[in-house]
């Protein structure tokens, strides 16, 4: 019988799949083989372009790039399976997030956008996909984010301490864990690496500001971060999520006054997801004893010494600290979601999304 599972998922930073073989345990995950697959340099331009300007995107280019990301999806699942020395009749199910393209589960009329052709995938491994999870939640008035809560709560949840998980992706979001068999909940908190990114893009052309050392060279404008900090959006009582579509440049822009030194606005944005996620954490859990961060935030050291300097009651240290590794965490959470798929088990948290009922996930996409 087939037990493995496949997990995929490229997020907001647009850089590649992260891809995990995996086995579940009781309440436990074993890794049996990871890798992350860096899109084509071209295909992460377009898909870029398509996310910041929108309105340039046509029929065409929707159609191309679900096929183009669909390849590369199937790709890195075949990939794992070389890296690994497994078979497809190993594994019975992949779960493929896709790539979110646009988010706006608060339009008059909601919806949500990811692409990657869920047939290439099953098609091109011959194992069945699980795709488009998000959907489901909004179907039943949810915000389809986020949906990593209730995979969070099977594994990391401790009977004694109150923890939190916190995922530093483009955007940040948390997972509330009460000690024993208290109510989950959790929420997008805002931006996570999304403006670093984009401003080390523009001022540094690099993806990302390694280890947070260019924020750590700058000196952070106390008058910026309080503008910025007062947009609405923190305020805004849960059920929330957000997107590259409200936090980006144009919203970044709009706070500037004068001409500030580029390493002195990069430090405030560290501090800007710095503030906002302990913020977010105190006021929903303010004995929270751990926060357990994933993503690929918990690579910026300076932006996790901000945070644990403003949670001095909490222990903050990496999922590998409790036997996952950061960068992989989302990756099996969509694994695990298929898993809840194929056995007719609720994927979504209502508490965190805001749905009116549980429910079973995504679509199956059969290899056959």
């Keep these: 019988m087939s037990h493995y599972y496949i997990g995929l998922i490229s997020g907001t930073s647009i850089d590649g799949i992260d891809a995990v073989l995996v086995e579940f345990g009781d309440r436990s995950v074993r890794v049996i083989s990871a890798d992350t697959c860096k899109y084509p340099a071209e295909l992460a331009e377009q898909l870029l372009a398509v996310t910041r300007q929108p309105q340039d995107c046509t029929p065409d280019v929707l159609g191309m790039l679900d096929h183009w ?20 009749n190993q594994v019975r199910a992949i779960g493929s997030h896709g790539q979110t393209i646009r988010h706006q589960p608060d339009a008059d009329r909601p919806f949500t956008l990811q692409i990657g052709d869920a047939n290439l995938v099953a098609k091109g491994t011959g194992i069945d996909c699980v795709a488009d999870f998000r959907r489901a939640d909004m179907a039943l008035g949810g915000q389809g984010a986020p949906l990593v809560p209730p995979f969070h709560d099977w594994l990391f949840r401790d009977d004694k301490i109150e923890r939190c998980v916190l995922n530093l992706g483009g955007i940040a979001n948390v997972t509330l864990l009460p000690a024993a068999s208290g109510k989950i909940s959790g929420f997008d908190t805002g931006p996570g690496n999304t403006l670093m990114d984009a401003w080390a893009r523009r001022h540094r052309d690099a993806r990302f500001d390694a280890g947070g050392e260019w924020a750590a060279s700058g000196t952070s404008d106390e008058a910026l971060l309080e503008r910025m900090a007062a947009d609405p959006y923190f305020a805004k009582a849960p059920p929330k999520s957000t997107g590259f579509e409200y936090f980006n440049e144009t919203w970044l822009s709009s706070f500037l006054r004068d001409d500030k030194k580029v390493a002195d606005v990069q430090s405030t944005l560290c501090d800007l997801t710095a503030t906002t996620v302990v913020s977010a954490i105190n006021a929903s859990q303010e004995t929270t004893a751990e926060v357990l961060v994933c993503g690929g935030g918990v690579h910026n050291t300076e932006l996790l010494s901000r945070i644990a ?10 999922t590998a600290d409790y036997g996952l590794d950061p960068d992989w965490v989302e990756a099996c959470a969509f694994a695990w979601l298929a898993k809840r798929t194929l056995d007719g088990e609720p994927g979504n948290a209502p508490a965190v999304t805001g749905a009116s009922r549980p429910a079973v996930l995504g679509g199956v996409y059969p290899a056959g």
């Design 309 to 318: 300097a403003l949670l001095p009651g909490a222990a903050v240290s990496s």
């Design 69 to 88: 990301v669909g390849k590369c999806f199937r790709d890195a699942a075949l990939q794992l399976l070389e890296k690994s020395g497994s078979s497809p």
